[in-house]
């Protein structure tokens, strides 16, 4: 394993060499990537671990998608547009979790869910807080999303002014956030 966390900016040149290196790669401390530099790491064979990033454009993480290796982890994502979340959704080596997301509240916050549902695989959101109705019911139409209680969610008003609508929790949902706040008091 090759952890070069200290680095904080990376250009394509550096990251071309990098990508020869063999095993584990992580530069967590890297925040921001250009296409250039994205394409250079995509060309890595190995785990590529990137959770400084905490935002990047879609262009960017196309580049990324084309990573050779086995595994992209991106745990340090803040903040999604709707375009991302879409590629994010389809890239086959992320691993499907959002760990520092903890809001989905932009204007475009139903669209990220919407995205994010199509996900193949689990889908991990375990620190999010605050959403609006219609965001939560977009994201729970995928079974395998992992979400904190609901009863634990600030519930926002909605982004475009419209009326907030109740929501259903259908009976999965419910059997699994009953198991979790089981755990939870066992703990």
């Given at each position: 394993?090759?952890?070069?966390?200290?680095?904080?900016?990376?250009?394509?040149?550096?990251?071309?060499?990098?990508?020869?290196?063999?095993?584990?790669?992580s530069?967590?401390?890297?925040?921001?990537?250009d296409?250039?530099?994205?394409?250079?790491l995509a060309?890595?064979?190995?785990?590529?671990?990137?959770n400084?990033?905490?935002t990047?454009d879609?262009?960017?993480?196309?580049?990324?998608?084309?990573?050779?290796?086995?595994?992209?982890?991106?745990?340090?994502?803040?903040?999604?547009?709707?375009?991302?979340?879409?590629?994010?959704?389809?890239?086959?080596?992320?691993?499907?979790?959002?760990?520092?997301?903890?809001?989905?509240d932009s204007?475009?916050?139903?669209a990220?869910a919407?995205?994010?549902?199509?996900?193949?695989?689990?889908?991990?959101?375990?620190?999010?807080?605050r959403l609006?109705?219609?965001?939560?019911?977009?994201?729970?139409?995928?079974?395998?999303?992992?979400?904190?209680?609901?009863?634990?969610?600030?519930?926002i008003?909605?982004?475009?002014?419209?009326?907030?609508?109740?929501?259903?929790?259908?009976?999965?949902l419910a059997d699994?956030?009953?198991?979790?706040?089981?755990?939870?008091?066992?703990?």
């Amino acid at each position: 394993r090759l952890a070069l966390n200290g680095l904080n900016t990376l250009d394509a040149g550096t990251a071309k060499a990098l990508a020869e290196y063999k095993g584990r790669l992580s530069l967590d401390g890297v925040t921001t990537l250009d296409v250039c530099t994205a394409k250079a790491l995509a060309e890595f064979k190995g785990q590529l671990y990137l959770n400084g990033l905490t935002t990047f454009d879609p262009d960017t993480f196309k580049a990324l998608t084309e990573l050779k290796g086995d595994l992209l982890p991106l745990n340090g994502l803040t903040t999604l547009s709707a375009e991302t979340a879409k590629a994010l959704a389809a890239a086959e080596k992320w691993d499907g979790r959002l760990l520092r997301i903890n809001a989905l509240d932009s204007p475009d916050a139903v669209a990220v869910a919407q995205a994010l549902a199509t996900r193949k695989g689990p889908l991990k959101l375990p620190n999010l807080k605050r959403l609006s109705p219609k965001t939560l019911t977009a994201l729970i139409q995928k079974r395998d999303v992992e979400i904190p209680l609901i009863e634990t969610l600030e519930l926002i008003p909605e982004s475009d002014g419209s009326l907030t609508e109740d929501f259903i929790i259908s009976d999965w949902l419910a059997d699994r956030q009953n198991k979790q706040q089981a755990a939870r008091a066992a703990d």
